[in-house]
């Protein structure tokens, strides 16, 4: 009664809900009001699925605690409805990890954009105003070549890099080469900037590739790699076409095991078992 008890007053007589927010600072009323109960289910007040871009959740290694969760969204352009949806993403991403704070980053490569994107998003709650945090092509992380070479190459796709300048090509290019990026990542980010480039940059990216100083990491490692990956491709095409011949049910993660494999043996061992197996886990039995 103490939880349904006010909460059955207030449904017998709204008004009384004007009383409990009337002084509140920043809450302002019309002078005519028309106050009415509305459904407590917001599925229904707002029936959208809410789909962040990224939610990348922070915890404490100590104890597996987690503290903060990011939630990730670029924007090519300022968009009305996010300033609804964009507060929905911090509290949901809150109650979904159970996390103590939530912090929404807005990638905006375009200043005049991100500039929009900054506009403070006042909810009507007092004291609960979102002021998304916006990265553009100003001044992203990385790109004076500090944290490491990911935050290097991030910062050149979010074009705070000049890529048609040798020394802003050749920064990204001694990123990607490090040691600390692995031969996958490194095929990766070479097509994402390669994509994200200038016509100008992507001569000049594409030229200093085939030097001597770059060309073992990038031509031949990346065709070594490339070739590698096509082949366990058609070893994984196959396999399920194998298992799907001999009605070998298998489930959406077995399936995107196989496809997502680049172990050309391990794909060797399941196409010999898949020859005789009675059932999927036979196959998948390691």
Known sequence: MTHEGPLDLVRQHPEIAVELVHGTAGVKLPAQLAVSLAPTDMSAVVPV????????????????????AVIIEPQLRDSETKRYSWPVYVTTARRVARCPAA???????????????????????????????????????????????????????????????EAGARQVLDAMASTEVSAADRLRMTAIILRLASDAARQILEAMMTTSEYEKTFVERIHDQGIAEGEARGEAKALLRLLDARELDLTQGQREQVMSSTDAAQLDRWFDRAITASTAAEVFAD
């Open 103 to 165: 912090v929404l980053v807005v990638l905006c490569p375009d200043p005049a954009e991100a500039a929009r994107c900054r506009r403070l998003i006042r909810t009507g709650h007092p004291g609960f105003d979102l002021a998304p945090v916006v990265i553009d092509s100003g001044a992203p992380p990385g790109r004076n070549g500090a944290g490491g070479p990911y935050l290097t190459v991030f910062a050149a796709s979010m074009g705070g890099i000049d890529l048609e300048s």
């Open 49 to 68: 699925q809410y789909l962040a871009d990224m939610v990348v959740l922070i915890s404490d290694a100590a104890t597996g605690k987690p503290v903060l």
